[in-house]
């Protein structure tokens, strides 16, 4: 798919070179790339060079503010450098360990129900049409007492949605362009790639790769992953992520306190980002709500992709406070609410049905097992790249591991991986310019792969 | 009684152009001082411009409040355009059968292409598309038309101008204030003052009159329509593309109801030779498949399709299906891939039919009252006439008296008031009897 984004026009617009083109955007996702082959044999030019220069065009302008993304959003782009490493050596072994997704088995309770929901949908009784667009009843009232319970959250301040990332954007949209944002650096590229989309931000700025408007806030080993607040200049919206991805660095009791505070100093809201919070081994807050006063500066958006393996199945949440309000006293609520209602028609409702089936007790108990296979996992790559002599961050807290190549180029050192290896990973600078000189290793995979990867590291790295 | 004595019954039309806006709790007391935390966001000014709530939920609402004060009441719902027969058994055994598959080593998935998958996109193609040229490549499968409508917008920005059709399915002008085109609400018309209103009545076939109409980026569409139940006709549409085509405009074709189409009208505008140059189609599974609920849908954005820099439409799209979405479900999509095999499609095609038998039902209870009533031969909704009323009360009057939601024609927007919009989803016993309570009442 991001093949698209460097192919010029007129490839696309000439039938000769179509067939040369990969057409397909789901070149990245598949195996391999299939070229018809008898096209290479005759080059039929069937639109002239002239015909190019008058191919049709409206007379719409592109969005300005679409045109300022750099490239391919992040996890395509990996994928697209995944299809091309299989092209050259079709059969590798390749082992991914780059774009966070989920390999295991979803628990036979949480699938079960799934199934019968599908089934009951070919009844009378059991047939369900439109459901309301903030969500089932029974799967906000079960969010809200299994991670909220004595956090004030209600069910009504809950907003079941297909997932996280689409929070996000529905989250910018409800913002609009006249605010100002504050990210973590490194982040999860959906904040600044929305926010870019959304138009409140200036143009990249390619020497210091950051969007102007933009204020990023550096997280590094040295401040322990968490901002100096200090030198944090006051925006509107501060898109906070913990546990972290990509560095994995989960956020202390009192770093999120001074957050809050901070937030409450300026009069910002906090974007909070939960969606590993099952993975946390410390004993740091699970919810941003467990800090108090954080219900008038924050919304939580969380997911139960990492959770209940369901990055395909889709579905999430967002926790947006009834005390949450504008500078003019407007509940954010209603706003959000009113986004969800027109913007939105509600997440799947067998996808709800697993959700409910994934808050049943026995339902928690599967998704533990499951995270605990993955944190496993992730111990295991930890404790590779250790042993290698690296410096190695996260994997404590979150599924991934973020692993330090001080000096180096951390596209040139996830190419290298790739060549040398067959392992996807996922190259630091992807997550913004405070990720450049580190490589995020995903924890996601079969315990064969992920022994097999640390194999191939060792054998790289000794 | 005649439906002219019915109106005789009803409040005149007067200024209100929706119901009163329920005001929001302020955390202000009564004596002005500022309660609580307030933080220092600007509230987004789209927003604020939106007067109400959105239509649908409005709808609920004042069929929740009907019921508090009438308990016993067997209401009929005839309002939301929302399916009510159950899928058939292959297409939710294929679903049953992908979600069994989930908690297997082969069969789990995880994140799929966010373009949707790749033998859905081409059973999609092949159903709808064969021999307009679209590809499977040009199809991005989505959660529903809904939401497709919305990441279309964000993907053209605030600085486009639109025109929608006059009435029409307010997601187009609720998503376009919503990202900051629409400038600002005319009270006295109802009307946003940066978008073009295409006024379609009976008067104009319920086709606007493009040389009245001034160039816009982009024209919002919909055949068959919702809510007045037309379907396009070739010519109308051949008009329209070339309309498109002179002004340089792209048109968002909203085909969510072509399977209802019984007249040989076109089902898809690419049908019309030179379509793919200036239109993007957005489809769904809601009403096709009963899948409402489910969530399914599609948009078709031709490679040909192109910015005035040149730049093709379908790279941005991509771009924000990748960057704002991260797939339809993939146990849904395993429902769609079975809505499109021929047994699923058989099936599907037994419940439109049934649809459209409650369609006649109504419509036939309604023309022997002398109300003016159209649509329900190329869709689901049948859009009735009620001159010289406020559609509200009309709408108020008839949940009152007969206990039927239906939905006002001025919710769809100003050329809409006069009208009521009843849909002909529901239990064929329900539809009998709504008829019946109709008859009765006017």
Request: net charge neutral.
């Amino acid at each position: 798919m991001s093949l698209m984004n460097n192919l010029s026009t007129s490839m696309i617009s000439s039938s000769s070179s179509a067939f040369l083109a990969p057409t397909s955007f789901n070149a990245s996702r598949t195996r391999s790339v299939s070229v018809p082959l008898k096209s290479l044999n005759i080059v039929k030019c069937v639109s002239t060079p002239q015909e190019q220069q008058t191919a049709y065009k409206t007379k719409v302008s592109r969005n300005a503010n679409i045109a300022k993304l750099q490239a391919g959003y992040l996890f395509p782009e990996v994928a697209r450098r995944r299809a091309a490493h299989l092209l050259k050596y079709p059969n590798a072994q390749v082992i991914s360990l780059g774009i966070g997704d989920t390999t295991e088995p979803i628990p036979d309770v949480i699938t079960s129900a799934m199934a019968k929901k599908s089934h009951a949908l070919s009844t009378l009784e059991g047939y369900s049409g439109y459901g309301a667009e903030q969500g089932e009843k029974a799967v906000r009232a079960a969010l809200a007492s299994t991670f909220y319970g004595n956090l004030g959250i209600e069910e009504d301040d809950i907003f079941v949605s297909d997932g996280a990332k689409c929070d996000i954007s529905r989250l910018q949209v409800v913002f609009g362009s006249n605010v100002t944002m504050a990210v973590q650096d490194p982040s999860y590229p959906a904040y600044v790639d929305s926010s870019v989309i959304m138009g409140q931000t200036g143009q990249f700025q390619k020497d210091v790769e950051k969007y102007a408007n933009i204020e990023y806030m550096r997280c590094t080993p040295e401040n322990g992953f968490f901002p100096d607040l200090s030198t944090v200049a006051r925006t509107d919206i501060i898109f906070f992520c913990s546990p972290n991805n990509p560095t994995g660095a989960a956020a202390t009791r009192e770093q999120l306190t001074q957050l809050v505070q901070f937030a409450k100093d300026n009069g910002s809201i906090i974007v909070y980002d939960s969606a590993y919070a099952l993975y946390m081994s410390d004993e740091n807050p699970r919810s941003i709500f467990e800090i108090p006063g954080a219900k008038e500066v924050a919304i939580e958006t969380a997911s139960f992709s990492k959770y209940a393996g369901f990055t395909g199945v889709r579905l999430g949440w967002t926790v947006v406070p009834k005390q949450l309000l504008f500078s003019d006293g407007f509940p954010v609520a209603k706003d959000f609410n009113r986004i969800v209602c027109t913007c939105f028609n509600g997440a799947s409702n067998i996808s709800q049905a697993g959700g409910l089936a994934c808050l049943s007790p026995e339902g928690l108990q599967a998704m533990q097992e499951v995270i605990g296979f993955y944190k496993e996992n992730t111990k295991i790559i930890v404790e590779t790249f250790n042993s290698l002599g690296f410096k190695v961050y996260g994997g404590q807290n979150a599924p991934y591991v973020w692993v330090h190549f001080p000096g180096r180029n951390s596209w040139d050192v996830f190419s290298e991986i790739l060549e040398k290896t067959h392992i996807v990973t996922t190259p630091g600078s992807g997550f913004g310019p405070g990720g450049e000189g580190f490589i995020r290793v995903s924890a996601f995979g079969h315990r064969e792969n992920v022994l097999e990867a640390c194999r191939r590291f060792k054998q790289l790295y000794n | 009684m005649y439906y002219s004595q019915f109106l005789s019954h009803v409040c005149m039309p007067h200024a209100v152009l929706s119901p009163p806006k329920r005001s929001w709790n302020s955390s202000e007391s009564n004596a002005g001082r500022r309660v609580g935390h307030w933080s220092k966001v600007p509230r987004n000014v789209n927003l604020e411009k939106l007067r109400s709530g959105y239509l649908f939920p409005e709808i609920s609402r004042h069929e929740s409040e009907h019921l508090q004060k009438n308990p016993g009441a067997s209401l009929i719902r005839l309002g939301i355009g929302d399916t009510t027969h159950p899928i058939p058994d292959t297409i939710t055994q294929a679903m049953a059968e992908h979600v069994r598959g989930l908690s297997t080593i082969q069969g789990y998935r995880g994140y799929g292409a966010e373009q949707g998958n790749m033998a859905l996109r081409k059973a999609i193609a092949g159903k709808f598309y064969q021999d307009m040229g679209i590809k499977a490549e040009e199809i991005f499968v989505s959660d529903g038309a809904q939401c497709d409508i919305s990441r279309l917008q964000l993907l053209l920005g605030p600085n486009v101008t639109m025109a929608v059709q006059d009435p029409s399915f307010p997601a187009y002008i609720d998503s376009s204030v919503v990202v900051g085109q629409a400038g600002e609400l005319e009270e006295e018309t109802g009307k946003y003052g940066n978008i073009t209103y295409m006024n379609c009545g009976p008067e104009n076939h319920f086709f606007p009159d493009l040389s009245t109409i001034p160039r816009t980026d982009v024209i919002f569409f919909c055949s068959p329509n919702n809510p007045t139940g037309h379907a396009a006709s070739r010519q109308q549409l051949k008009q329209l593309v070339e309309f498109a085509k002179a002004n340089g405009s792209i048109i968002a074709y909203d085909s969510a109801y072509t399977a209802y189409i019984r007249d040989g009208s076109p089902r898809s505008i690419f049908e019309i030779p030179g379509a793919k140059e200036v239109a993007i189609e957005i489809s769904s599974f809601s009403k096709f498949a009963g899948f409402t609920g489910v969530r399914l849908g599609w948009t078709v954005v031709p490679e040909e399709l192109k910015y005035s820099n040149g730049f093709p439409v379908i790279k941005d799209f991509n771009r924000i299906v990748c960057t704002c979405f991260n797939g339809a479900s993939n146990i849904a999509q395993a429902g769609g891939l079975a809505c499109l095999s021929t047994d699923g499609y058989q099936a599907l095609r037994n419940v439109i039919d049934y649809y459209m038998e409650n369609a006649k039902i109504l419509v036939d209870g309604f023309e022997p009252l002398g109300l003016k009533v159209y649509g329900g031969k190329n869709a689901p909704y049948i859009w009735v006439h009620f001159p010289g009323s406020n559609s509200w009360n009309v709408f108020s009057e008839i949940l009152k008296k007969t206990n039927i939601v239906t939905v006002p024609g001025r919710g769809f927007g100003p050329a809409g008031e006069g009208y009521i919009r009843i849909s002909a989803f529901g239990q064929r016993e329900q539809i009998l009897e709504a008829s019946r309570r109709l008859k009765l009442y006017l």
